[in-house]
């Protein structure tokens, strides 16, 4: 009998002798599974580059297992789209040219792909005149900013920082 055979004839003997052993030493287990890990990271590492398509199209088939890897996720009853094909993200606001965190902004919800790379400053701004009702929450209403922009000079808001673009 190999050891392997062997294994399978005690396996629940063996796991239960290692749990009571875990938990007798679990300062030396857990200093060993640390250095375990950090011995064997860059394996890991090279494994999972190597299978990186095989598993996001395990992932994909298999939806319950993974719900965090969808493409699709709701958030207050709105359905919110991830992994979208969005343009490069580029160094500076669309709208005001100004440097600092960049969010996306989307338009419509069935078409994420089509929206501009703003500020925050921007994007807040955004929601406030679709929320008033200066603009619509589609794709034309990025055409009508665009446009004010090659027309109109940038109009410095105190509520949002030097430089952000309010258009009435």
Same mark, same amino acid.
């Given at each position: 009998?190999?050891?392997?055979?062997?294994?399978? !004839?005690?396996?629940?003997?063996?796991?239960?002798?290692?749990?009571?052993?875990?938990?007798?030493?679990?300062?030396?287990?857990?200093?060993?599974?640390?250095?375990?890990?950090?011995?064997?990271?860059?394996?890991?590492?090279?494994?999972?580059?190597? +299978?990186?398509?095989?598993?996001?199209?395990?992932?994909?088939?298999?939806?319950?297992?993974?719900?965090?890897?969808?493409?699709?996720?709701? +958030?207050?009853? !709105?359905?919110?789209?991830?992994?979208?094909?969005?343009?490069?993200?580029? %160094?500076?606001?669309?709208?005001?040219?100004?440097?600092?965190?960049?969010?996306?902004?989307?338009?419509?919800?069935? !078409?994420?792909?089509?929206? %501009?790379?703003?500020?925050?400053?921007?994007?807040?701004?955004?929601?406030?005149?679709?929320?008033?009702?200066?603009?619509?929450?589609?794709?034309?209403?990025?055409?009508?900013?665009?446009?004010?922009? %090659?027309?109109?000079? !940038?109009?410095?808001?105190?509520?949002?920082?030097?430089?952000? %673009?309010?258009?009435?």
């Amino acid at each position: 009998m190999n050891s392997h055979e062997s294994y399978l !004839k005690h396996r629940e003997e063996r796991i239960a002798q290692a749990r009571t052993w875990i938990e007798a030493n679990r300062e030396k287990h857990n200093e060993y599974a640390r250095q375990y890990y950090y011995r064997h990271r860059e394996e890991r590492r090279g494994y999972y580059q190597e +299978h990186r398509e095989e598993r996001l199209a395990y992932s994909k088939a298999h939806p319950r297992e993974y719900p965090h890897c969808q493409t699709v996720i709701k +958030h207050n009853g !709105k359905v919110i789209v991830k992994n979208v094909h969005k343009p490069p993200k580029p %160094l500076i606001c669309t709208l005001c040219r100004r440097r600092g965190y960049l969010t996306y902004h989307h338009w419509e919800d069935d !078409k994420p792909d089509i929206g %501009l790379w703003i500020c925050n400053g921007c994007h807040a701004a955004i929601h406030r005149m679709i929320k008033i009702g200066l603009l619509e929450a589609n794709i034309k209403s990025q055409d009508i900013i665009l446009c004010a922009l %090659l027309q109109k000079e !940038k109009v410095p808001s105190p509520s949002m920082g030097e430089g952000c %673009l309010i258009i009435v």
